[in-house]
Nanobody, 124 residues
Framework: QVQLVESGGGLVQAGGSLRLSCAAS????????MAWYRQGPEKQRELVAK???????DYVDSVKGRFTISRDNDKNTVYLQMNSLKPEDTAVYYC??????????????????WGQGTQVTVSS
């Protein structure tokens, strides 16, 4: 079983910064892609940023230049540094990890795991 535990959310004024963390634990072969999603009030969940195991990153246009995703593979942790926050960034933020599990001899499969979510509220 794999668990993802997020931390770092909170209330901040517009223009402020927050850093989210998501640590993975459990028994697995390797964590491949990791990502942050968010779901605002009455909105669909959207991909905010993703990072491959090698460190290649990608961002949704609305956060480019303000958010930075990074990871520490030794700690199985992904981070999201959020600067110049705007009220429209208010959402529950979720991390996702694509994890490879060894199910048997010559049987390795990937599964998606999600964190529980952490609230980010940006006041104007």
């Amino acid at each position: 079983q794999v668990q993802l535990v997020e931390s770092g959310g909170g209330l901040v004024q517009a223009g402020g910064s927050l850093r989210l963390s998501c640590a993975a634990s459990g028994t697995f072969l390797i964590i491949n892609d990791m990502a942050w999603y968010r779901q605002g009030p009455e909105k669909q969940r959207e991909l905010v940023a993703k990072i491959t195991n090698e460190g290649t990153t990608d961002y949704v246009d609305s956060v480019k230049g303000r958010f930075t995703i990074s990871r520490d593979n030794d700690k199985n942790t992904v981070y999201l540094q959020m600067n110049s926050l705007k009220p429209e960034d208010t959402a529950v933020y979720y991390c996702k990890a694509v994890v490879a599990l060894v199910l048997g001899a010559h049987d390795v499969r990937e599964y998606d795991y999600w964190g529980q979510g952490t609230q980010v509220t940006v006041s104007s």
